[in-house]
């Protein structure tokens, strides 16, 4: 069709005269008021000293990023932290990709927001926990090498390289 009437397809157009009103977006998120009250549920809990955990899933276009973030602005007003990881199709091979997202994410605001000796000391920390693990999280998680440093080795590589 715009082979045969270029004309009509392809013109300019009076950007004064173009409607921008269209759809207007609201902070309303439709159908998840359920949902919303169960995140501040734990949300509660959690300041209350339980361990807790929340995690949105359904189908796309139901509205899961908009709850996240309609909930993490409480959160933070609150003083709280709030991280997010969504699931990347095109990453699927990366097991736990959502998670690992969510914890690069709190990874670098540790390395912008910590002082250096408190940052020292996670990183003496979690050396100790991780082991030679920290080298396999590593790359899952990049930011993680900001707070361990680039010290991490695995004895692994000595074996996958001579494959």
């Keep these: 069709l715009m082979i045969e009437k270029p004309d009509k397809f392809l013109h300019d157009i009076d950007l ?3 409607s921008l009103s ?3 977006l609201t902070e309303t998120v439709f159908g998840r008021e359920d949902e919303f ?6 949300y509660q809990r959690a300041l209350a000293g339980n361990n807790e955990i929340s995690i949105i899933s359904g189908q796309s276009g139901t509205g899961k990023s908009m709850l996240a973030y ?13 991280l997010s990881g969504k699931f ?25 927001n910590v002082s250096l000796n408190l940052t020292t000391v996670m990183a003496s920390k979690l050396q100790a926990a991780l ?5 396999h999280l590593v790359k899952v998680i990049p930011n993680l090498r900001k707070i361990l440093g680039n010290n991490i080795e695995s004895n692994d590589l000595i074996d996958t390289q001579s494959w």
């Design 22 to 24: 269209g759809l207007q």
């Design 88 to 112: 990347d199709q095109l990453k699927q091979s990366t097991p736990f990709s959502a998670i690992a997202n969510a914890f690069n994410e709190y990874c670098n605001i540790i390395s912008q």
């Design 16 to 18: 004064e005269k173009v």
């Design 37 to 42: 009250t169960r995140l501040l549920g734990s």
């Design 131 to 135: 082991g030679q693990e920290a080298f």
């Design 70 to 82: 309609r909930f993490g602005r409480v959160a933070s007003t609150n003083g709280g932290l709030f």
